[in-house]
């Protein structure tokens, strides 16, 4: 059953169907706007049922005790630092633990970015969950969201949050590509971070970190769009913009300091890169 009354210290916004028409209908909020925003803490007989969906994207977050959902057939139990989004029109049912109920913050979604996000993030009608490691910034975004709507409904606070709720969405794209600590992916990548000024035999580093070299090339592709050697030459040229930027050094030491000792292939790596000589951008004015 589901419970109709609130619950102690909840917040809750809802904004008007007529003002969400009309934010949908404007160019700086129709490629997302939120509809409803809230935060139930310790939501014991929390339950929704919905067999057709809902309008609007749903997005919570769990931060402390259990729940659950129903998608598709497959019964799911939900954990603290966790996050559902269900996209809208798929049917869904969920809700708190009955001995631990959960504590969440969530949201409401539409527009015509939406999908687009949510296929950043990962999401869709068969995978709706997603584990946090940075679960206090999408709670201080939910915060901030429900906080704004809690002040008023005019077009200025729900353009603003129209982007918190982007930066959520964008967050739990990145929370989903950004390898996790102590993976052969994450210590891949540290290893070439810590060795901009080396070189890197990519099979050594598969076995360092325990992998097949095939398989830590795909996992680079996934995660950077590009291979091993194309993110440690990132890095180089990453380190030698700031030297360029920040030092008198020589363009010759500045490769150096990047691991290629031979200038010219250094400013040709450079310029393949830049689209320019690594002088003509040390000359080049910024900011």
Known sequence: MERRDGFDHQR???VP???????????????????????????????????????????????AGKGWIDIGGVHTRIGSSTALVIPNGVPHSYGADAEDPWTIWWCHLRGTDVPELLEAAGVSAAKVTMSLRAVDRATALLDEIATS??????PARLLAASGMAWR????????????????????????????????????????????????????????????????????KMA??????????LPVAEVGRAVGMDDPFYFSRQFRRTHGMSPSTYRSTRKG
């Open 12 to 14: 809750m916004s809802v």
């Open 17 to 63: 169907y007529p003002l969400v028409d009309a934010a949908l209908s404007r160019p700086a909020t129709r490629r997302i706007v939120v509809t409803d925003a809230g935060h139930f803490p310790q939501a014991n007989g929390h339950a929704r049922h919905r067999p057709a969906g809902a309008p609007e994207t749903i997005v919570i977050v769990c931060v």
């Open 149 to 154: 709507l809690e002040r008023d409904t005019t």
């Open 168 to 235: 959520l969405l964008t967050q739990l794209a990145v929370d989903r590509a950004l390898p996790e600590d102590g993976t052969p992916l994450e210590r891949a990548i540290r290893y070439l971070e810590e060795r901009v000024d080396g070189r890197v035999q990519v099979p050594d580093l598969a076995a360092m970190v325990g992998v097949s070299t095939s398989h830590l090339a795909a996992l680079f592709r996934e995660a950077t769009g590009g291979g091993v050697l194309a993110y440690h030459l990132a890095q």
């Open 239 to 248: 380190r030698a913009r700031r030297l360029l930027d920040t030092t008198q």
